[in-house]
């Protein structure tokens, strides 16, 4: 498998080989070196607010699919563990709950609500038990409000990938948000998890693809910043449409390697992105509302119908670079920063260890 090479300077920069959308194995090796490494959106805290609560996770489902707890113990204190027993590795908790501690239905090893090992029936005469290796592993967690963030292994901190969002995005508009169920829906796209992320990290294709979205936002002072684990697009409003103040239709908030947050005057919609095929990509659009009066209004006003715009060149997209003709295309030095970006972390991460 060769290497990968993104040149710093955009300017003479190729993009991705077709071969890294179209292969299994660049899909097989991007679910251990990048996803397995980074941080994904978990659940909402909303949901485990109470003392002595369970609620079984799933991390990154259909790829990673990493078993996850989440537990309130006594004092109140959230903890996120792995949800298989360190015995014999059976599945603890199946459904929401409360309880006192965690109970393995296999051969009845107990564990505390942080986690720690408490007791185990018939292990009379075993040398060194328990040690540190039967408690549960911890898994690292992080917040963003009520969102709540995990990874397996990260090697980067939580706050050096949310940080530059928290700085950049009104507080306002990331707190007081009520989930809306009846506006979250999933999509399947026909595509590489990449490819979406590719289309979503340029507004260059907004005048081509998305005649509403284009009226609702100015394309000439649409902009991208870059920072270490992500990037941040904002659109300014056209006069007459819906803005925060200063102008600001919209913040897109790219999360490496695939989470969206894109916040809007009436709230926020975020986009998990969960690659299940290397030619298959679960979306879930999840929808949190703060002001109900300004649904229908400004560049967040469709978002179903930009969603199947999107698809569509995706789709056709995918099918292109499966082509035996195309090979690696270049960035346009003012409107691809933000894939030119994405394609230079991906790269570190899927090289760092070499082949």
């Known amino acids: 498998m060769s290497r990968l090479s993104i040149d710093p300077d955009i300017r003479v920069a190729r993009s991705l080989p077709g071969e890294v959308y179209t292969s299994d194995a660049w899909f097989t090796r991007m679910r251990e070196r990048v996803f397995a490494r980074t941080w994904h959106f978990l659940?909402?805290?909303?949901?485990?607010?109470?003392?002595?609560?369970?609620l079984p996770c799933t991390l990154l489902d259909r790829c990673l699919g990493e078993p996850v707890v989440l537990t309130r113990d006594a004092?109140?204190?959230?903890?996120?563990?792995?949800?298989?027993?360190?015995?014999?590795?059976?599945?603890?908790?199946?459904?929401a709950a409360e309880s006192s501690g965690l109970r393995c239905r296999y051969h009845g090893r107990r564990f505390r609500l942080d986690g720690t090992f408490a007791s185990?029936?018939?292990?009379?005469?075993?040398?060194?038990?328990?040690?540190?290796?039967?408690?549960?592993?911890k898994v690292p967690?992080?917040?963003?409000?009520?969102l709540l963030f995990a990874s397996v292994a990260p090697v980067m901190p939580w706050e050096e990938v949310v940080g530059p969002v928290r700085a950049a995005i009104p507080a306002h508009a990331l707190s007081s948000l009520r989930f809306a169920p009846e506006r979250s829906r999933d999509y399947e796209v026909a595509a590489s998890w990449a490819l979406y992320c590719d289309n979503y990290l340029e507004g260059f294709h907004i005048p081509f693809v998305h005649p509403g979205l284009a009226a609702a936002v100015e394309y000439d002072s649409y902009r991208?910043?870059?920072?270490?684990?992500?990037t941040l697009q904002i659109a300014h409003a056209k006069p007459g449409e819906d803005a925060f103040e200063g102008g600001i239709a919209a913040y897109y908030a790219f999360l490496f390697p695939a989470t969206m947050l894109n916040v809007y005057p009436w709230g926020l919609s975020m986009?998990?992105?969960?690659?299940?095929?290397?030619?298959?990509?679960?979306?879930?659009?999840?929808?949190?509302?703060?002001?109900?009066?300004?649904?229908?209004?400004?560049?967040?006003?469709?978002?179903?119908?930009?969603?199947?715009?999107?698809?569509?060149?995706?789709?056709?997209?995918?099918?292109?670079v499966r082509s035996r003709l195309y090979r690696r295309g270049r960035y346009s030095p003012t409107r691809e920063t933000g894939v030119h970006h994405f394609h230079r972390l991906l790269a570190e991460m899927l090289d760092e260890q070499g082949d």
């Open 43 to 54: 659940a909402d805290e909303h949901d485990i607010r109470t003392p002595r609560q369970l």
């Open 75 to 95: 004092d109140g204190a959230l903890h996120a563990l792995s949800n298989v027993c360190t015995h014999r590795g059976n599945l603890l908790v199946h459904e």
């Open 120 to 137: 185990m029936p018939e292990f009379d005469g075993a040398v060194g038990f328990p040690s540190e290796s039967d408690d549960l592993p």
């Open 141 to 146: 967690l992080g917040r963003l409000d009520s």
């Open 224 to 230: 991208t910043d870059l920072h270490r684990w992500g």
């Open 271 to 320: 986009n998990v992105i969960r690659p299940v095929a290397v030619d298959r990509t679960v979306v879930s659009f999840l929808t949190y509302v703060r002001d109900e009066s300004r649904l229908s209004r400004g560049a967040g006003a469709d978002l179903h119908g930009v969603e199947l715009e999107d698809e569509a060149v995706v789709e056709a997209v995918q099918r292109g």
